[in-house]
């Protein structure tokens, strides 16, 4: 089965049920954890540095460095 894209995630998030947007909320959170260390790994390979990436991403350099730093 394909995996919906965040764009149908997020508009099923804004449905009118709401047991389905919570399910769609779950399903995009998921989507995009999996999205920002795809986005981070492909930044350290650039040559990014944990800091850099944390300010992009709003986080501290030891919380960004903690959740993806397997380098």
């Known amino acids: 089965m394909d995996r919906p ?3 149908t995630l997020a508009s099923g998030a ?3 049920d709401p047991f389905a947007a919570l399910a769609s ?4 959170r998921k989507a995009l954890d999996r999205t920002e260390e795809l ?3 492909r930044a350290r ?3 990014a540095s944990w800091q850099e990436i944390a300010t ?3 986080v501290s350099r030891q919380a960004v460095h903690k959740k993806y730093g397997r380098d």
């Open 25 to 28: 909320v779950r399903e995009l």
């Open 5 to 7: 894209t965040i764009t």
């Open 45 to 47: 390979n650039a040559g």
């Open 39 to 41: 986005a981070a790994r």
């Open 56 to 58: 992009l991403l709003g």
């Open 14 to 16: 804004d449905g009118d």
